[in-house]
């Protein structure tokens, strides 16, 4: 598969740009508003080809597939033009600014036969496939997930992160995982309570924390924000045992990763060799596309995630619980 990449941003240079250079599929094509920036970034990664507009990308007839990081507030604008240009569409999360604009950009990219899938990669990563596995097959009476995603934003004041015009936000960028990752190991909550703090006065939440209440009992505790040392971990309790993860969604190709758990009191640590969890996401992604096959990140995880995230949200903005259809 042939990939054509929507911008310059950080992501796609240093990590999903090297993630698809180890596959079978190619990087082909850049884009940047600005042509000087795309040929530069193009000569520094080996890229054949850069244009000076998105639009002059989406026009090469031989691209297969685009790969949409441009900023959060304008993902949905650039995913629709791509797929009138039939264009299958790898979108970085989170895929729109509501639940209710996911729903309606899978619609249109399906009644224009393209794939689409949001790129939470660390759903590719073998732990993370091992940990439900676990969770599924070894714990009983999953009951609790504490899950947190971390960091100390720093640099400049007009970060894209920092701009509520562009979607921004910690529960956007990170907290986005970890109420993923609750809803992975509990399913979809029914209620969500929620406060967050903008620490910036950027017009947006830099902290977040928030519970995912479920009917039976169950409880997810998340949390993100920009203004803590960088951590990123999830746990879940069980009435037999329990599973712990750490560096849990953002974990470099050279790293191996571990998962700690106990069932029925046997304690244990499984390690795993390092893997480029960006290169399994493009891989899975592109099998998709070529099997006629639905991805992993369908629609429906997509849309769940978002209204759980709609609803963290409004809570915390009206100070009170907020059911989830």
Known sequence: MRFGIL??????????????????????????????????????????????SYEALLDDDEIDAVYNP???????????????????????????????????????CAERGVTLMEAFMYRFHPRTERAAEIAREELEGVHAVDASFKFALRGRPDDIRLDPELAGGSVMDVGCYAI??????????????????????AGLDTDMAALLE??????????????????????????NGWLEVETAFDIGPDEPATIEYAV???????????VDQYTLEVEHF????????????????????????????????????????
Request: proline share 5%; with cysteine.
């Open 214 to 239: 479920y009917d039976d009992g169950a409880l997810a505790r998340v949390a993100s924000g920009f203004d803590t040392p960088a951590t990123q971990t999830y746990r879940v309790e069980a009435e």
């Open 70 to 108: 441009l900023p959060n507030a304008l993902h949905a604008e650039w995913t629709r033009a791509a797929a009138d240009a039939g264009k299958h569409v790898l979108c970085e999360k989170p895929l729109t600014t509501d639940a209710e604009a996911a729903a309606e950009l899978h619609d249109y």
């Open 7 to 52: 911008s310059t941003a950080k992501i796609a240079r240093e990590d999903v740009i090297p993630g698809i250079k180890k596959s079978d599929h190619e990087a082909l094509a850049i884009a940047s508003r600005d042509s000087d920036r795309a040929a530069a970034v193009a000569d520094d990664l080996g890229i054949p080809r850069s244009y000076g």
């Open 264 to 274: 029925d009191g046997r304690t244990a640590v499984e390690t795993f060799d390092p």
């Open 286 to 325: 592109a099998d998709a596309v070529e099997r006629g096959r639905t991805p992993r990140i369908d629609a429906d995880e997509t849309v769940a995630n978002m209204a759980v995230i709609d609803a963290v949200y409004e809570s915390a903005a009206n100070r009170g619980p907020v059911e989830i259809e």
């Open 180 to 201: 993923s990752a609750a809803r992975l190991f509990l399913g979809e909550p029914d209620a969500v309570v929620a406060r967050t703090r903008d620490s910036r006065d």
